[in-house]
């Protein structure tokens, strides 16, 4: 079982919705990442926080706006979201750190993201 | 733009059989070369290669790096139905970034 726990696992909204999905790990991980990927297609990185603070954005669009609380937590709020937005979004948490980045990876299961 | 690049993109073989994957990188600030198994859903890690030719290994799978040629290969030997997946090689960064190739499909038939 993985160590990243990620809810919703699935998840259908409208256009005009406001979700958000949600990440937790305990493993004592300072990094934390959110990917999206698309079938048939491999994880795109989106957003990077390093020790709470966001350090990669890479250009995602503002619809999408990234949160962590504290260590163990990291959200993503979705706003106005598009059809082609839907994806498997994948949460992820390593080691941090000049030494460690970029360590192993342990991926969350995901959120699964329809727009309809 | 980092890049990585894998090959085959879809390979299909037989139980018994061994597989090379191979995995190309151009990545700035590279630190570490990973291996991942997706089957239906999160990646499961593989190997974490940072050294020139030093090879991993976890039963019938290894890996190694070859950080002149910025290249990287998974074997697998004897195969098995259950090493069908998709098989992924991310190249990472010293400051977080780990970028992905597209993956090669291995279908392995009884």
């Known amino acids: 079982d993985t160590e990243v726990t990620q809810t919703p696992k699935h998840l259908v909204m409208g256009m005009t919705n406001k979700k958000s999905l949600k990440c937790e790990q305990h493993?004592?991980?300072?990094?934390m990442y959110w990917y999206k990927q698309k079938a048939k297609k491999p994880p795109e990185l989106m957003f990077v926080?390093?020790?709470?603070?966001?350090?990669i954005n890479e250009s995602v669009p503002s619809r999408f706006s990234p949160e962590c609380p504290n260590s163990s937590l990291l959200n993503l709020h979705l706003h106005a979201l598009q059809p082609e937005d839907s994806a498997l979004y994948l949460c992820?948490?390593?080691?941090?750190?000049?030494?460690?980045?970029?360590?192993?990876?342990?991926f969350g299961e995901g959120s699964r993201l329809t727009v309809l | 733009e980092d890049k990585v690049v894998q090959s085959p993109l879809s390979l299909v073989v037989h139980e018994g059989d061994t597989v090379t994957l191979n995995c190309s990188y151009e990545?700035?600030?590279?630190?570490?070369l990973l291996w991942y198994k997706q089957e239906k859903k999160a990646p499961t890690f593989l190997f974490m290669l940072?050294?020139?030719?030093i090879e991993k290994k976890s039963g019938r799978l290894s890996s190694i790096l070859d950080k002149k040629e910025l290249f990287s290969i998974l074997n697998i030997t004897a195969t098995q139905t259950g090493d069908s997946a998709i098989y992924l090689c991310?190249?990472?960064?010293?400051?977080?970034?780990?970028?992905f190739g597209q993956g090669t499909i291995l279908t392995v038939h009884p």
């Open positions: 493993m004592g991980h300072r990094a």
């Open positions: 990545v700035t600030n590279f630190r570490s």
């Open positions: 940072t050294s020139s030719g």
């Open positions: 992820a948490s390593s080691q941090a750190g000049e030494n460690a980045n970029t360590g192993e990876l342990f």
């Open positions: 991310g190249g990472g960064t010293s400051y977080g970034k780990l970028t």
């Open positions: 926080y390093s020790y709470e603070k966001l350090s």
